[in-house]
T-cell receptor, first 111, second 111 residues
Framework: DAGITQSPRHKVTETGTPVTLRCHQT?????MYWYRQDPGHGLRLIHY???????DKGEVSDGYSVSRSKTEDFLLTLESATSSQTSVYFC??????????FGAGSRLTVL | GNSVTQMEGPVTLSEEAFLTINCTYT??????LFWYVQYPGEGLQLLLK?????DKGSNKGFEATYRKETTSFHLEKGSVQVSDSAVYFC??????????FGAGTTVTVRA
């Protein structure tokens, strides 16, 4: 178990407000990822990081930004939340065998 | 680009029935292939993987064989249990450190 903690686990917010989701890992893995999960779409990659201050966009990055100031923390920010960003968000880390380990998820509802 | 297509669900089975979930992929290189499982209310966890053609991954009675000629990685289990009720995701990873996921297949096993 890579020891991944996501916070908050549940959040309800209003359209136009900023939201930050936090992912914390204890395994010192270099690669970290943010995915969103929606019915019929599986998991779609939002952003990923390959080291401190090194990040890149995934397939659904519009409206999201990320930051990684320490190896253990990877933050996902919605600058101005929209209803289309209502989803379950998963953080993951990748080990040396190319296996992803996921956090328990953060359920975000944007009203 | 890379993509994964898996059979749509939901799939409902009786205990001890045989389970097959089809997965086919498109990739430009020689990807590694994975099956992940998501139990209710949890994040995804690795079920099995295969890293090269003809490899067979196996775990918890599940098996999948990497078939390069048919670009497939079908998941099978000979006798399912109620505890196998979950969402199953096929995924691939090419040499770009990102995983592409299928849409997921919901499996429900009835006692």
């Amino acid at each position: 178990d890579a020891g991944i903690t996501q916070s908050p686990r549940h959040k309800v917010t209003e359209t136009g407000t900023p939201v930050t989701l936090r992912c914390h890992q204890t395994e010192n893995h270099r690669y970290m990822y943010w995915y969103r999960q929606d019915p019929g779409h599986g998991l779609r990659l939002i952003h990923y990081s390959y080291g401190v201050k090194d990040t890149d966009k995934g397939e659904v990055s519009d409206g999201y930004s990320v930051s990684r100031s320490k190896t253990e923390d990877f933050l996902l920010t919605l600058e101005s939340a929209t209803s289309s960003q209502t989803s379950v968000y998963f953080c993951a880390t990748r080990d040396g065998a190319n296996v992803l380990t996921f956090g328990a998820g953060s359920r975000l509802t944007v009203l | 680009g890379n993509s994964v297509t898996q059979m749509e669900g939901p799939v409902t089975l009786s205990e001890e029935a045989f389970l097959t979930i089809n997965c086919t992929y498109t990739a430009t290189g020689y990807p590694s292939l994975f099956w992940y499982v998501q139990y209710p209310g949890e994040g995804l966890q690795l079920l099995l993987k295969a890293t090269k053609a003809d490899d067979k991954g196996s775990n918890k009675g599940f098996e999948a064989t990497y078939r390069k000629e048919t670009t497939s990685f079908h998941l099978e289990k000979g006798s399912v249990q109620v505890s196998d009720s979950a969402v199953y995701f096929c995924a691939l990873s090419d040499n770009d450190y990102k995983l592409s996921f299928g849409a997921g297949t919901t499996v429900t096993v009835r006692a």
